[in-house]
């Protein structure tokens, strides 16, 4: 067999990917992060589409480009080892889905080079957020489901697939030429084969069955070709060979695969999948280059590493819950990985997470205690090094392709965007000089051996607490308490109860009382999470733990009779409710769950830390009927109302028919006289312009409809209208994509748009909330509002802003809270008032500040550094 090439970097080597007449670019003065682990103050000169020298001041002659970064922190562009873009592209259409095959379970022979679209719109969007390289691999609903194809995000004026390829115009002479194959087992096949009644698998038996019977079926077929060419040395080829060489294409990848000439990508969540594969590896000799996903790798790292050979974990860092395999999901994986001595990768499975902020991935799984350099190889140098190209990508060296980035800010802060990325040595953005010369965000101090991680501290519950050293107190809209030089700022809370607060609060008998020492930190209102099915759905994928979905209504007559109300099926103590409190998000507003269909229902207001709907000491139901939720769109049109002109029409009828009626309200009249509010999904400019149309109807016949727009990705187009109307926004999600067809006019921020859509809309003064649409990610709202404060222009959001976009402003919109009268629904900071609020070590807006301290939340008691599991 011939010998294979070798991939080592070489200082002196060549890019066969760059573009004759690129001007070279000399970038002085960078914070320069390496990519496995080090750090190099000075310059980095890029030229012929390679890095041809960084580190010590390089002379300004060497480069036609030369721009002084100003202490800027210049990275290795970013490597995704898991994405489907290109074939399951936005705007999402049937005509455009290609990520899987599903006409069998098995399927090694198809290839996603044969399909990736060069033109998806979300290349430029990935592209943005720093990724350069990405291995484009089918869907996980097959077995075996098919090769990969790694791209570079550069354009090509060719349009070409194969001209976009990581190999293009290499020498197979010089360099290796991977291969990359997907597998899956798990849930995924079952439910796309068995359990949809197109045969095997229905189960993991079935599953391991027919991975053995077709890595058999390949061996054999290896087998005979060895033979083959066995014999055709030890006799005269043209004399004594008289049968073709075998051969199936069926099993051509697989044959490659038992040969060591393909990377094999693995989706699997649990213990018993990932150590089936393990088994089949030995069984059939084949190497597993990766498990994705792998949720519960943590929990068996000595299985892991009984490999055939070292096995990279390329993962998530926060995103779970959503079926049983990932329900069992920790925080802790990637680090309790990396100290086992597994190598972490972080990814994106695009457009299941938007890769365009991989980085915050990375900054997310620092949080939870992987270490800095750690977080920025596991999206740089590990997956580089997983997909067998770390000799040229994924990290800043001499001789390495000069796909490299200059941030605004630490790459792992809130909200770090590239001012410019650079692939192949071609700027993809023409950031102008004068930006790229600019100051630099934010000062940022790097993380040293002492760092708090999430592993020093021990969760502790008490009644009665003094915090002490508070740097700020977010009271409200109304007023923020700050420290001054003279005099800090102290909370004393007695029993669940806020005894003082200010700056002359002392307590002359403290026994009794824990002591929590915020050192600056900041206090915030309770944070409140609108939107998702948080308390009625614990796991998407069982119907089981669910409250269920609201079925389709064929008429708005007699709505009491049908409207139903999420107060009724609320369930408390899942581990979606105990993660967001554990985040200090206190209170949840949640609709009814809706898959089609414009009518959803009535939504309720609680607290995430209550035990029962009936548990009125705690003030669990903070309102029991907040608003009358509907959705509009494309995507609920169902057989009842077949077009989304019919669902405008459906809500005009029952608005309009029950604003006169007579007798007891119901929920359409309240909504139409505007005694609750009417909140309605939608993202389409269009159909909220359709929405305003029938707010001005309503008011004209008499009524008072206290519209609420939810979603809102294009609401800022119409912005003004807003305004002069006073209707609301809660923007779910905080950093919208164009995945429909009808809202493709999204701003995905900077360095694309200067502005965000809530940015434009809080200008206008209209009032903004954020909410959340997956239960999972509710404790990550605080990041979501630091985000757009971070990167908003000229500070136009300030803090105080986007707190209110996660509290107050929420309460406002939807009547909760301080805004709900009655006995002891006044809650805020005030002496007396129950305690309700969540308390940080520093800044909620920077990723290494962590929750100290919860209060309240349906508790009469006070939670000292949370573990979120």
Not at 69 to 87: R, T, Y
Not at 311 to 322: E, L, N, P, R, S
Not at 679 to 702: C, F, N, P, Q, W
Request: with cysteine.
């Amino acid at each position: 067999m011939k010998q294979r090439p070798e991939n080592i970097p070489r200082t002196t080597r060549h890019n066969p990917r760059a573009v004759p007449g690129t001007k070279s670019v000399l970038l002085k003065n960078g914070i320069i992060l390496d990519g496995v682990g080090g750090i190099v103050r000075g310059d980095l000169l890029m030229k012929n589409g390679i890095i041809e020298n960084f580190g010590n001041e390089i002379d300004e002659g060497e480069a036609d480009v030369v721009i002084d970064v100003h202490g800027k922190f210049i990275s290795p562009g970013i490597v995704d080892m898991h994405s489907h873009a290109g074939v399951d592209s936005w705007p999402e259409l049937r005509g455009s889905s290609d990520v899987n095959e599903r006409t069998d379970p098995i399927t090694p022979f198809v290839r996603t080079i044969d399909a990736i679209n060069p033109s998806d719109p979300a290349f430029r969007i990935i592209a943005s957020g720093g990724v350069t390289t990405v291995l484009i691999i089918p869907g996980s609903a097959e077995l075996m489901g098919g090769e990969g194809f790694v791209i570079k995000l550069r354009p090509v004026s060719t349009l070409s697939v194969q001209d976009m390829g990581i190999n293009a115009n290499v020498d197979p002479g010089s360099e290796r030429i991977w291969r990359w194959m997907k597998m899956a087992c798990g849930e995924n096949p079952k439910n796309a084969f068995g359990n949809s009644g197109k045969g095997m698998p229905k189960s993991r038996l079935g599953e391991a069955w027919l991975f053995r019977k077709n890595f058999d079926a390949a061996s054999k077929l290896k087998a005979s070709q060895d033979t083959w060419c066995h014999t055709a040395l030890r006799l005269n080829y043209n004399e004594a060979m008289d049968s073709f060489f075998p051969e199936d294409l069926r099993y051509e990848s697989l044959v490659a695969l038992l040969r060591g000439d393909v990377r094999l990508n693995i989706h699997c969540y649990e213990t018993m999948d990932l150590e089936a594969m393990i088994r089949h590896s030995y069984e059939f000799n084949f190497n597993i280059t990766a498990f994705h996903h792998a949720l519960d790798a943590y929990r068996i790292p000595d299985i892991i590493k009984r490999s055939r050979n070292q096995i990279t974990i390329a993962t998530f860092a926060d995103h779970w819950g959503y079926k049983k395999e990932a329900f069992q999901a920790s925080t802790q994986s990637p680090r309790i990985l990396a100290e086992a001595g597994i190598p972490v990768a972080l990814k994106s499975d695009h457009p299941v997470l938007n890769s365009q902020h991989l980085a915050f991935e990375a900054a997310i799984a620092s949080y939870y205690g992987l270490s800095e350099h750690q977080a920025l190889a596991a999206i740089t140098s590990v997956p580089a090094r997983a997909l067998g190209i770390d000799h040229r990508v994924g990290r800043i060296a001499v001789g390495y392709d000069a796909d490299v980035l200059v941030w605004n800010r630490h790459p792992l802060a809130l909200g770090a965007y590239p001012l410019e990325v650079f692939i192949d040595g071609i700027p993809q953005f023409n950031t102008s000089s004068s930006v790229l010369s600019g100051p630099t965000d934010e000062t940022y101090t790097f993380y040293n051996a002492t760092r708090h991680s999430p592993v020093d501290t021990k969760e502790r519950v008490v009644s009665s607490v003094i915090i002490k050293n508070i740097g700020k107190i977010f009271v409200g809209e109304e007023s923020i308490m700050e420290s001054t030089a003279t005099g800090s700022l102290t909370i004393t809370v007695s029993e669940g109860r806020i005894m003082c607060i200010g700056s002359d609060c002392t307590i002359t008998n403290t026994i009794g009382y824990d002591v929590v020492d915020l050192n600056g930190g900041y206090v915030l209102p309770g944070i409140i999470a609108a939107g998702s099915d948080l308390g009625l759905s614990e796991i998407e994928q069982e119907p089981i733990t669910q409250d269920g979905y609201v079925s389709s209504f064929k008429s708005p007559d007699h709505p009491e009779r049908i409207i139903i109300r999420a107060v009724d099926g609320l369930k408390f103590g899942g581990k979606h409710l105990e993660e967001a409190y554990k985040a200090g998000v206190l209170t949840i507003i949640s609709p009814p769950m809706a898959r089609k269909g414009v009518l959803v229902g009535v939504s309720a207001a609680f607290k995430s830390g209550g035990n029962s709907v009936i548990d009125d000491e705690d003030e669990v139901i903070v309102k029991a009927e907040v608003a009358l939720h509907a959705q509009v769109g494309t995507p609920y049109k169902d057989e009842s109302v077949t077009t989304v002109s019919g669902q405008i029409a459906f809500l005009r009828k029952a608005l309009s028919d029950n604003l006169s009626l007579e007798g007891s309200p119901n929920f359409y009249a309240l909504a139409a006289k505007g005694d609750i509010p009417f909140a309605v999904y939608t993202h389409s400019k269009d159909e909220i312009a359709s929405l305003i149309r029938l707010k001005d109807e309503i008011d004209g016949a008499g009524g008072n409809l206290r519209l609420v727009i939810v979603g809102g990705a294009e609401s800022y187009l119409l912005a003004s209208h807003l305004a002069k109307r006073n209707i609301p926004v809660v923007v779910i999600p905080a950093r919208p994509v164009p995945e429909l067809w009808t809202a493709q006019n999204v701003l995905t921020g900077p360095p694309i748009s200067n502005k965000t859509h809530i940015e434009i809309l809080h200008e206008h003064k209209v009032l903004v909330g954020i909410g959340v649409s997956d239960p999972g990610l509710a404790r990550n709202l605080a990041w979501d509002a630091g985000w757009v404060c971070k990167n908003s222009k000229n500070n136009a959001i300030s803090e105080k802003d986007a707190i209110g976009f996660i509290s107050w402003n929420l309460e406002r919109i939807f009547g909760v809270g301080k805004h709900v009268e009655g006995k002891g629904k006044n809650k805020g900071f005030s002496v007396g008032a129950t305690a309700d609020f969540v308390a940080y070590d520093g800044s909620p807006f920077d990723m290494r500040s962590r929750v100290k301290l919860v209060a309240g939340g349906g508790k009469r008691q006070i939670i000292i550094d949370p573990k979120q599991e």
